[in-house]
């Protein structure tokens, strides 16, 4: 079994942490695109979503390209986290 | 010369590597559940024409739509109806028929809070008995909701949207793998097994590559508010808010408790017909009895218009309140609110649905589905074959036995799921029309009971006899359903003919056709093992 511990662990790392880094910048995204002119919030949200499969997609085959299984999850941990505040910051305010 | 490889294309190969583990463990994790979302997703396409196979009782497709006298007093006569099944409800609704004098259906919530339906006739407002009536049936939705949820449920629908995600994610990494993409376009070497299963996988893949890209990934997007909706809470506060500002509508009306009546609905019905400029064909009365009672005429796509331009098209809708008359709410036909973010997802719903260029495209849809699912099914073969003629042992020890579980799904899907779905079509001739409300239900009964013969019968004989008489019972029930079909309501394809009824023609025609190939591909399969006694 300990010779698929670090497959196990690198498909849970593609599969949830790629929806999770795929959600975080799908937030980011839409407060962007909320910032646009004449671009109302929920449409915002609807364009972001609507990316947000192929971000998803190229997320999973990006960790499983990685060589580096803790680079890959550094990148995942870091990047969820900075999108998703970067995206409540830039969202406040925001109707 | 024989120099190292450089670190690029050492680099490189390393990635090609571990794309195939992926495409290779990725797709066998998800193989079978994408062959039965590709091939009922296929037979979806024809959703329209399957139910009207499936109802024999129903008249023609062109049978003469009718007037606007006669739509108002079968509207008349399905309130009265309504009126006294179901004073006070949670719902009526009345589904007009397509065709002049045909049966009206009437759906409400009974006192037990059950919703029911029946029959209504259009001539006298009299409720069909279940013997004069349109068998009831599950109808091509069945196969729909297979599609997207497997008949399970939320359950069904977060599995389905998985192994999407996976089909998507073995398309990316497929490309990435081949070498030569364009020259396996062009290349099969039948009859050399594995070989032949890896040409017929990439050849299918690669020349319909864009098609299933389009279909797994606005697929998704369909239920994308389920799927991925971090945004809409982090902005809206919850996804029901999110989607209520995107789209307006008017506010819900809460049952007051005070009773009233409903007003004349064939009056709102000329109204309504006027503002649609189109007849109405569905009319929704929620709350009837209560003062909150409100009621909502719907007009049908407008074909003309769809088969024209791409993205969906609603057919407009009035609604009123169902007490006073007032209008509360109007969507123009061919109303296309808001900006280019709603304008692209109207246009990837249209590209999923097939909602546009008429039949051409419905026959493109299904050949280029019937493609999907062979790729996905030549996917799950060539890992099979693969190991059958050199085992990899992946599993160590449990290896043999691990293979024989991939044999076994394989036949169990593959061939399974299309008995299943044969079957479930001589359900629907030889299950009673006595069994009534009940006969949806033992439709899906004998569709999944079949299912799960197929897969016993996989478990307990060798793969290549699983195979064949899987097959050779696929071809039977194939060949066999047109006499099935006179024997119990006379009618085949050569009436379908004469009638120009190219609906039930072409159910029954891509039966028999299907029947034949199967027929065809086991003679040659019976040859081949006789010659090379494989």
Redesign the interface.
């Known amino acids: 079994m300990a010779a698929f511990a670090p497959l196990l662990a690198r498909v849970a790392l593609a599969v949830l942490g790629g929806y999770a880094l ?3 910048l ?2 980011l ?3 962007l695109l ?1 910032r646009m002119p ?13 990316l ?3 971000i ?3 997320a ?2 990006w960790l ?2 990685v ?1 580096s299984l803790h680079r890959a999850v550094a990148v995942v941990a870091v990047g969820t986290v900075l999108a998703t505040a970067a ?2 910051w830039l ?1 406040r305010g ?1 109707s | 010369m024989n120099r190292p490889p450089r670190p690029a294309a050492r680099r490189k190969e ?2 090609r590597q ?2 195939t ?2 495409h290779t463990w990725g797709g066998l994790l998800v193989v079978w559940v994408l062959y039965a979302v590709f091939l009922t997703g296929t037979l979806t396409v024809f959703m329209g024409p399957i139910t009207r196979w499936l109802t024999p009782e129903l008249a023609a497709a062109d049978a003469p739509p009718p007037s606007a006298a006669e739509r108002a007093q079968t509207v008349a006569l399905a309130q009265r109806r309504l009126q006294q099944v179901a004073p006070v409800s949670h719902f009526w609704v009345i589904e007009l028929p397509a065709a002049a004098g045909g049966p009206v259906r009437l759906s409400w919530e009974d006192a037990d809070e059950q919703a029911v339906s029946a029959w209504m006739s259009a001539h006298d407002g009299v409720l069909l008995a279940a013997a004069d009536a349109p068998r009831r049936t599950s109808g091509g939705r069945h196969f729909m909701r297979m599609h997207y949820e497997l008949q399970a449920g939320m359950a069904g629908l977060w599995v389905v949207g998985f192994c999407t ?1 996976a089909l ?2 073995a398309l ?2 497929g490309v ?1 793998i081949h070498k030569r993409i364009f020259r396996d376009f062009f290349t099969f070497r039948p009859g050399r097994g594995q070989r032949s299963w890896l040409d017929a996988h990439n050849a299918v893949g690669v020349l319909t590559l864009p098609f299933q890209l389009m279909i797994a ?1 606005t697929g ?2 369909v239920f ?2 389920t ?2 909706p ?3 809470v ?3 506060g919850s996804v029901e808010a ?1 989607l209520s ?2 789209k307006p509508r008017p506010p819900h009306r809460d049952e007051t408790g005070i009773a009233a009546p409903v007003g004349d609905l064939s009056a709102w019905l000329r109204d309504a017909e006027q503002q649609l400029q189109r007849p109405v064909e569905l009319v929704v009365v929620d709350h009837p009895g209560d003062s909150s009672a409100s009621a909502r005429f719907a007009g049908p796509m407008d074909e003309s218009t769809a088969a024209r331009r791409l993205g969906s098209t609603t057919g407009g809708a009035v609604l009123f309140d169902a007490v006073s008359g007032a209008v509360l709410h109007v969507v123009p036909p061919r109303a296309e609110p ?5 304008a ?2 109207r246009v ?1 719903d249209g590209l999923h649905f097939a909602s546009f260029g008429g039949w051409a495209t419905r026959w493109l849809y299904f050949l280029c589905g019937l493609a999907g699912t062979a790729m996905v099914a030549s996917g799950g073969l060539l890992f099979a074959v693969k190991r059958r003629q050199r085992g990899l042992h992946e599993f160590g020890r449990h290896t043999p036995r691990a293979y024989r579980v991939v044999d076994v799904l394989n036949v169990a899907t593959m061939a399974g799921l299309a008995l299943a779905c044969v079957a479930y079509l001589w359900a629907n001739r030889l299950l009673p029309v006595g069994l009534d409300a009940a006969r949806p239900a033992w439709e899906l009964r004998v569709f999944f009971a079949v299912w799960l013969l197929a897969l016993m019968h996989a478990s307990l004989r060798p793969a290549p006899h699983a195979w064949a008489e899987q097959g050779g019972l696929l071809a039977l029930l194939c060949l066999a359903l047109p006499l099935l079909n006179a024997a119990s309501t006379g009618s085949h394809l050569g009436v379908y003919a004469l009638r120009g009824d190219g609906q039930r023609l072409g159910v029954e025609g891509v039966v028999l056709a299907t029947g034949l190939l199967l027929v065809a591909a086991l003679w040659r399969r019976r040859v081949r093992v006789r010659v090379q006694g494989l």
């Not at chain 1, 004449?38 to 609507?50: C, G, N, Q």
């Not at chain 2, 808001?338 to 709603?342: A, C, E, Y």
């Open positions: 795929a959600s975080a799908v937030v995204l839409a407060a909320a004449a671009m109302p919030r929920a449409e915002a949200v609807l364009a972001a979503s609507l947000g499969f192929g998803y997609a190229a999973v085959v499983f390209a060589h995206g409540l969202g925001l | 390393s990635l571990a794309l583990g992926l995600m998507l994610v990316v990494s990435v990934y998704i997007v994308y508010a799927y991925l971090a945004a809409m982090t902005s809206h999110y500002a995107l808001g900006g280019v973010p709603l692209a997802q990837m």
